[in-house]
């Protein structure tokens, strides 16, 4: 399902116009990612949680060449599945 598909369905299911979908859906969006910006963590009870996951700084290796290279510390945002998603899912 991509984006406009998705704004379908959210008009079918709520009920709503198309504009009112696709600017709820931007809102959920630049909120979630506001939050998660400034380190934060959102959670949807029974859905799942939005977090930021910190990956420390490594040595990987370079495929191509084989050589050793740093790899820089970085975030990461992550989603971790609620139960009752889980449970739909594996219905």
């Known amino acids: 399902m991509n984006k406009a598909e998705l704004i ?3 008009v079918e299911k ?3 116009s198309k504009k009112d979908a696709e600017k709820a859906l931007k ?3 630049e909120v979630v990612t506001e939050e998660l910006k400034n380190d934060g963590k959102i959670q949807l009870v029974g ?3 939005f977090e930021v ?3 420390a700084a490594r040595i990987g290796r370079n495929p191509q060449t084989g050589e050793d290279m740093e790899i820089e510390a970085s975030k990461a945002p992550k989603f ?3 139960k ?3 449970d739909a899912v594996n219905e």
């Open 47 to 49: 859905f799942g949680t």
């Open 14 to 16: 709520a009920e709503i």
């Open 80 to 82: 971790k599945a609620g």
């Open 8 to 10: 379908a369905a959210m």
């Open 27 to 29: 809102a959920f969006e």
């Open 84 to 86: 009752a998603l889980k």
């Open 53 to 55: 996951a910190q990956r």
